[in-house]
């Protein structure tokens, strides 16, 4: 089981960032995929789910307003954007696929700066 | 949300040492917990489930216990490689959250 995701990326304020995970080595609409991000010093903290199956979404409040995950099948990719960026915004974002309930597989993370 | 709180959040050991994390929830999760070892610039990692469940290939020195409200995550003799920070998480309800970590060192 592999979480490839795509590369840091540089965005100024107000902008959105759109980050990519392939999945690899399993039935990629078999599971769940979350998105996780840890900004500097912080604690990890859950932005929402997909499920890969059969689409289906669940957000958390705070990002609600912000965040959208999608997901390719026929790439086996899960993507998370997320719009009106501050410099808040500057975090590792993390996918991981849900095992029994729990995180069982991480991707390596993708950093994303907000800076003018 | 369900308030996760880790305690110590730094601990300083030596190799060899028994040492021992605690976690907290603002309400009852029942045995919905699990635990992370995470180094730096890496992410995360899976050490156990279900509060009490040894992820597979994770090493038999790692162990949790509770239910409820009260979990602990204990390493029974300290390897070079287990000096990272720890983090617990609930995933009772959504959102799951996590504690903010301990780092352990030396």
């Known amino acids: 089981v592999q979480l490839v995701q795509s590369g840091a990326e540089v965005k100024k304020p107000g902008a959105s960032v759109k980050v990519s995970c392939k999945a690899s080595?399993?039935?990629?609409?078999?599971?769940?995929i979350h998105w996780v991000r840890q900004a500097p010093g912080q604690r990890l903290e859950c932005m929402g789910w997909?499920?890969?199956?059969?689409?289906?979404?669940k957000y958390s409040q705070k990002f609600q307003d912000r965040v959208t995950i999608t997901r390719d099948t026929s790439a086996s990719t899960a993507y998370m954007e997320l719009s009106s960026l501050t410099s808040e915004d500057t975090a590792v974002y993390y996918c991981?696929?849900?095992?029994?309930?729990?995180?069982?597989?991480w991707g390596q993370g993708a950093l994303v700066t907000v800076s003018s | 949300d369900i308030q996760m709180t880790q305690s110590p959040s730094t601990l300083s050991a030596s190799v060899g040492d028994r040492v021992t994390i605690t976690c907290r929830a603002s309400?009852?999760?029942?045995?919905?917990l699990a635990w992370y070892q995470q180094k730096p610039g890496k992410a995360p990692n899976l050490l156990i489930y279900q509060a009490s469940s040894l992820e597979s290939g994770v090493p038999s020195r790692f162990s949790g216990s509770g239910s409820g409200t009260e979990f602990t995550l204990t390493i029974s003799s300290l390897q070079p490689d287990d000096f990272a920070t720890y983090y617990c998480q609930q995933y009772n309800s959504y959102p799951y959250t996590f504690g903010q970590g301990t780092k352990l060192d030396i």
């Open positions: 997909i499920n890969a199956g059969n689409g289906n979404t």
């Open positions: 080595g399993y039935t990629f609409s078999d599971y769940i």
């Open positions: 991981a696929r849900v095992g029994a309930l729990h995180f069982d597989y």
């Open positions: 309400q009852s999760i029942s045995n919905w």
